[in-house]
């Protein structure tokens, strides 16, 4: 059997991933100013945003490229299809099963032997195809 996987070991990839996106929303009571000033002329902290000009709305998850990574492990497993055995046997429950095909990554940036794992379909060559994953994936 000969193995053959995405990436090996050094290569440099693109992970996306679902992240939160959130926008900036300016403080309709100072205009984002993040001050108030007084009949006085003295200047005060917005009592709305609390002197922060605004506040940071989440507006839902969204694919993004999640930044850029090294391959330092490569994970594979491969499940044969099998009609399972007798029913009858002592090892009844070993039944039917698909072929199954896994591939997955562990990256320096994130660990390796005790870090995260990375599917392959999350990793990709390049930033411009990152990208055009992340355009077709955020596709409502």
Request: proline letters at 4%; glycine letters at 12%.
């Amino acid at each position: 059997m000969k193995i053959y996987t995405k990436y090996s070991c050094g290569n440099k990839v693109f992970k996306v991933q679902q992240q939160f996106k959130t926008e900036f929303i300016k403080c309709n009571f100072c205009g984002g100013v993040k001050t108030i000033k007084g009949k006085d002329g003295s200047v005060a902290p917005c009592p709305t945003c609390h002197g922060h000009g605004g506040a940071n709305v989440t507006l839902g998850k969204e694919w993004m490229i999640a930044g850029t990574m090294t391959i330092g492990e490569v994970r594979f497993s491969y499940t044969g299809k099998s009609g399972g055995l007798d029913p009858d046997s002592i090892f009844s429950n070993y039944g039917p099963q698909d072929e199954k095909y896994e591939e997955a990554y562990m990256c320096y940036e994130t660990g390796i032997g005790n870090g995260s794992i990375h599917h392959v379909n999350t990793l990709f060559p390049t930033e411009e195809t990152a990208y055009a994953e992340c355009k077709k994936r955020n596709k409502p």
